[in-house]
């Protein structure tokens, strides 16, 4: 059974910096494929970024040059390093990965980020 846990959010101001963590279990990192996603309050889920098996990286054009994805396959863990946050990076974030066409997600972990 594929499970994802989220961890590393908190509230930080504007220009301050949050790891997030995505602990999964039930898959073999090394060969699949994950996910980012931003749900801002009162909107839908965006995806942000995502890391491919092969190790192809691609960010959302808003992401791009304060954010980094990266994985630990030795330990089954996927990151998410935040710089330069912003007020509308507030939200839940959630990681996710598709396995024979079943996409699982975690429960995501709250980010806030005042101005």
């Known amino acids: 059974q594929v499970q994802l846990v989220e961890s590393g959010g908190d509230s930080v101001q504007a220009g301050g910096s949050l790891r997030l963590s995505c602990a999964a279990s039930?898959?073999?990192?090394?060969?699949?494929?994950m996910s980012w996603h931003h749900q801002a309050p009162g909107k839908g889920r965006e995806w942000i970024s995502g890391?491919?098996?092969?190790?192809?990286?691609l960010y959302t054009d808003s992401v791009k040059g304060r954010f980094t994805i990266s994985k630990d396959n030795a330990k089954n863990t996927l990151f998410l390093q935040m710089n330069g946050l912003k007020p509308e990076d507030t939200g839940m974030y959630f990681c996710?990965?598709?396995?024979?066409?079943?996409?699982?997600w975690g429960q995501g972990t709250q980010v806030t980020v005042s101005s």
């Open positions: 996710a990965t598709t396995v024979s066409g079943v996409t699982y």
């Open positions: 039930g898959i073999t990192m090394s060969s699949a494929g």
């Open positions: 890391i491919d098996r092969l190790g192809t990286i």
